[in-house]
């Protein structure tokens, strides 16, 4: 969803999303606490899972929160040049890559995990997974028209008021527009997200050859995306640079200086955690 629906508040999931190192400091238990939710592992299990999940986690500390400082440092030169939609589409583009190093270095602990649980465990987890489908659906889909853009409005200004503080009229007009301007397509979003998953619980069969199955759903969810839900992320992308790019060239010195004590703040806490691993 992080992918497909993006939205402005991406880059407040930057300045805010590791910003507190104490809980950063606590993910080798709070990640196996969440998984719990969805995997009802056994004893044996939970501790094989821990003991993968600390080269992990070791990795992103001493490896990928450098890139994290890379991040913010490109974002700081920018906004000291004039701010496009090109621009922003590259902030994008380099908070994806980063996910997907994270998904990918994941892959191996989760295809560990998926070798050691019973057909038991492995319906138990589908089931969980069509819990949470069904949920989505009764989220979004009952939104009338009026409600999906109020809704979306509010997810602009909250993500961006979160970073740079309170907004001029003139800017949350044109996150108005923005808003008016989405082409809303979560009723295809959660069709494919369903026939994904029935193509997962199909794999989850684990006949032969089923890890390269897998490995290729996860990294090529477009398979399951009608040319119109193409067309529609594409734009909606677009309407969501380009909103984004004007709220931000149109700063006050007052947001201006919110935002560079955001990304101030964000790479003091980097900076510690990188110290602490060492």
């Known amino acids: 969803m992080f992918r497909k629906k993006l939205l402005p508040i991406f880059l407040a999931f930057l300045l805010t999303g590791c910003s507190n190192t104490f809980i950063y400091n606590q993910l080798d238990w709070l990640i196996p606490w969440y998984v719990g939710d969805f995997l009802d592992l056994n004893r044996a299990q939970k501790q094989s899972f821990k003991a993968q999940l600390l080269p992990l986690l070791d990795w992103?500390?001493?490896?990928?929160?450098?890139?994290?400082?890379?991040?913010?440092?490109?974002?700081?030169?920018?906004?000291?040049?004039?701010?496009?939609?090109?621009?922003?589409?590259?902030?994008?583009?380099?908070?994806?890559?980063?996910?997907?190093?994270?998904?990918?270095?994941?892959?191996?602990?989760?295809?560990?995990?998926?070798?050691?649980?019973?057909?038991l465990q492995l319906k138990y987890f589908m089931e969980e997974m069509y819990q949470k489908q069904e949920a989505l659906e009764l989220e979004y889909l009952p939104r009338s028209e009026e409600e999906f853009r109020q809704q979306t409005y509010e997810n602009f200004e909250e993500g961006i008021s979160g970073f740079m503080g309170r907004l001029e009229q003139s800017q949350l007009d044109r996150l108005q527009q923005a808003a008016a301007d989405i082409v809303r397509f979560d009723e295809a979003w959660l069709d494919q997200r369903r026939a994904w998953l029935q193509r997962a619980e199909e794999l989850l069969d684990r006949e032969p050859g089923w890890q390269p199955a897998i490995r290729d759903l996860l990294n090529n969810r477009e398979q399951f995306e009608?040319?119109?839900?193409?067309?529609a992320n594409r734009h909606n992308l677009q309407v969501i640079y380009s909103a984004l790019a004007e709220v931000i060239e149109t700063r006050t010195e007052k947001q201006d200086k919110r935002l560079r004590q955001e990304i101030a703040a964000f790479r003091r806490d980097i900076n510690k955690l990188i110290a602490q691993s060492r």
């Open 60 to 119: 992103h500390r001493q490896e990928e929160l450098q890139t994290y400082l890379v991040i913010l440092d490109s974002i700081e030169s920018d906004l000291d040049k004039p701010i496009t939609a090109i621009v922003v589409s590259r902030w994008a583009d380099e908070l994806i890559a980063a996910y997907d190093r994270l998904k990918q270095r994941g892959m191996p602990l989760a295809f560990n995990i998926g070798e050691q649980m019973s057909d």
């Open 226 to 231: 009608s040319p119109a839900y193409k067309a």
